[in-house]
């Protein structure tokens, strides 16, 4: 599959890691087309990139990981797609790895990093809850819904850049995107060294946004799963505030009325996005 490997690389201020990251990758993949996307970059990633080998593409400035990887995505001319990042964290060895499992049949593979390869304890907790959260949603295991290290079929993951937003949660959407069209997705298991230079990513103010893409993905993945427990919980508690003022002032409260009423409009909400959701991913082919 060499001939048809592209490698995207997204790159903002990488100048110490990348030239190190392409000639790894040179040395283990010397088809490959490698594409560097420089994401505004204030130093000199955008050189040290081309100088190594790598074909460099430009944003005129920094328009986030998202919008890097969506770059990557339309300037690759392979069919298979590698994402990884340009910091030295993710090992080129593992690429045979995805790749072999991406030819047994799956349109996705991830790397999902294990124990000790998480930034902080802190970011590896919050990945956990996002994991779990994410396999609620799906009905599917999601062992690392923010690895952005990751092998995809091209013609697959263009159908859902609309979708994907311009800043670091890409992973979770393209994820989950695949899984409600009824792609295929699989993990193996990865370790991720420290990152070389400092990290972009802010932990509270991404990890908020981070858990916020979840529940918008959810309403794009499956509506009912967030709309439903809330139409559940107003139907409980309007039945549970109606029963203590029948008890206590023996009539009918407006309070149960609204809640009675909020419960069902919240209900018919969650069908009709489904619907709409269904008509998203309809097949276009």
């Not at 670091?168 to 899984?179: G, N």
């Amino acid at each position: 599959m060499k001939d048809m490997i592209s490698i995207v690389l997204p790159a903002k201020n990488e100048a110490k890691a990348i030239s190190a990251v392409i000639e790894r990758l040179r040395s283990l993949w010397q088809d490959a087309e490698i594409i560097v996307v420089n994401d505004g970059s204030t130093d000199e990633t955008a050189a040290v990139a081309q100088a190594a080998g790598a074909r460099v593409v430009h944003h005129p400035y920094s328009k986030g990981n998202g919008a890097a990887i969506k770059t990557g995505a339309r300037a690759a001319t392979g069919e298979v797609i590698v994402f990884m990042d340009a910091d030295g964290q993710h090992d080129p060895a593992d690429i045979p790895r995805l790749l072999d499992k991406l030819n047994n049949g799956h349109d996705m593979v991830v790397g999902a990093r294990q124990k000790g390869s998480q930034a902080s304890l802190g970011r590896g907790f919050a990945n956990g809850l996002y994991n779990r959260l994410a396999s609620w949603m799906t009905g599917h295991k999601v062992e690392d819904l923010t690895s952005g290290f990751r092998a995809v079929r091209a013609s697959k993951f263009r159908e859902f850049l609309y979708l994907l937003p311009n800043g670091f949660s890409y992973p979770t959407t393209s994820t989950m995107a695949f899984f409600r069209a009824g792609y295929s997705v699989a993990y193996i298991p990865i370790h991720a060294a420290k990152r070389i230079g400092k990290s972009h990513i802010r932990l509270l103010r991404d990890g908020t946004r981070f858990l916020l893409i979840i529940f918008k993905i959810g309403t794009l993945f499956s509506p009912l799963k967030i709309f439903a427990p809330v139409a559940l919980a107003m139907f409980l508690f309007a039945s549970g505030w109606y029963g203590w003022t029948w008890a206590h002032e023996g009539r009918f409260t407006n309070m149960s009325a609204l809640l009675y009423t909020g419960s069902v409009i919240t209900f018919m909400m969650g069908l009709i996005s489904e619907q709409i959701t269904a008509l998203m991913y309809r097949d276009n082919k």
